[in-house]
């Protein structure tokens, strides 16, 4: 099994007179899975299509390991993509559909029957061999397609939005499912997704972008806790945020601004020197399961918190944010202290 | 609605045995003709019936046999040639952008709006100076050429209707571009490939004008035969060969429905 590092440089794309991508640098380390996370047209499918030498580069270099990939056609990059429709071959059954790669790459016919075989046992489909793709169910399909791109042992897999067709139950089940999978492959992969929950339970490293540019690249811990700018906290989940009072704590931080989730405001704690405290009219209360989640208009802005016991509309309350949970802006809106855009990743 | 309800099943009886009458009708009549041996003006029905105009017809001298062989190998030819260029038209042009791609297959259409006789006789001119007149290559040229336009678009059609990703998919695993496009392609086009042929090989088997510019009088194709029986008068003859010309076009179609069936069936599931 070769599993090998994938470099983008100064990678720019241009469809028509449009920028898609503009200077994407990039560095996913051997064995890692890495997300590609976004919001809708900010260009993720697009990157991934250039790794794979579908879309042509207008600048920029992609490296995979010793090899330039950047002037190969897709055929000689051996970057194994499973495509968001899957692209399964409808004239063919399951087996042709697997044993197809190996096919042009000379496999006989009898090691190719094996080769299938053991790939439908460890995807749990074994038998499933004479089936016609079209009579596979949405994760099955899911499967065989992502059989096929790893049957001729690829250095670097490239999913785009692979479980985004299918509901949530199997959705869940399947990204663990994935991810073990890529684990004892050890395979070098990128996802694209535009789920945020999937990014973080899944990925080693995630790299944040917003229309054609890479915002940030870190470990989902570092995503979730340190954002690089207030646009990148609101994708991921930081619907609150407040401008800095004297009274409020981190002063020595230069913060203007402060962002927190709904989550970490409480209505109910008691009382700490050391947190964000402010008050209004409750002007909605609505049940989330855990708990209620109230909207509270204080004079600066509307801001949510959770409470543990319905509040009334129209009732005055204080929600506090604990100093741990607020995550600080400067004035240019980005994080505070500055975060090297691109983390070291070991 | 009691009255709907009984008078719809006699209307649409109706309408159905009108329908089948129009169509019918004239197939019945001809086929009249080619077994009447004497059939004249006051008599609704021939007064002598036989076959001697069958052997007539088929004597080694008549032409008969010449004719449907030529009809045949022209057909055949005018729909290898143009599902030859057809093909690779038709794929380049389904990956044009859609404007360009409209434009193209527009002017395509132009010699088609034309009248075809003036088309004809100037082919007639060129094929002349080129010396095809009279023969079998140029009534193919001939042929070749309406079954052509209709033959790009629809292989344009066929093709733009083919996933690109699932081209993608096999050259991301390795196809080349000719690979992927005679594995995946091809057969995903297959169904309106084989339409776009049997379109051009019921053209070719009925065309007239171009043939009796371009061939008449050294190649002699059935629809030719017809004509000139028809005109001498002689409508039994002209029966017997139109009846002679169901045969390549019923045998071809039932070869294609052959091969229909089982990729149709394939994917009716998906
Ligand atoms: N062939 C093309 N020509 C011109 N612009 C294109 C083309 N393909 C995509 N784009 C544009 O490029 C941008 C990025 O598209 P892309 O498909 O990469 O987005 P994405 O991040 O994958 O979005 P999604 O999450 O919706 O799949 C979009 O604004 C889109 O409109
Ligand atoms: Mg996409």
Redesign the interface.
Known sequence: MSTEALTLNNVTVDLGRQRILDDIHLDVSPGSFTCLLGPSGCGKTTLLRAIAGFTPLSRGEIRLGRRALTHLPPEKRETAMVFQSYALWPHMSVEENLGYPLKLRGVTRTERRRKVAEMLARLELSGFEERAVTKLSGGQRQRIALGRALIIDPPLLLLDEPLSNLDAAIRRSLRSELRRLQKSLGITTIMVTHDQEEALQMADQIVLMRAGHVVQVSTPQTLYQQPADLGAARFLGVDNTVTRTPQDPMGESGAVTFGFRTRDAHLDAPPCPQALIRKGRVTECVYTGDGYHVLIDTHDAELFATSATPVAPGTFAALQVPESALIPFGPDDRHLPPLDRHEDIA | MTIARIASPLVLGALLGLVAFIVFGPLLNLAMWAFAEQWFYPNRLPTGWGFSFWERVFRPRAGAWTSLFNTVLVACAAVALSMALAIPAGYALARQALPARSVIMLLFLLPQAFPNLPIFVNIAAIFYQWGLNGTLVGVVLVHALPGLVYAVWIATATFSAV?R??E??????????L?SFT??TL??ALPGLLAASIFVFLDSIDEFTGTFFVGAPEITTLPLLMFNASMGGNYQVAAITALILLIPSVGFMLVIERFLKADVL??V??
């Open positions: 996933d990703s699932l993608e998919a096999a050259r991301n695993l390795g196809a080349s571009p690979r594995d995946i057969p995903q394939s994917r599931g998906r």
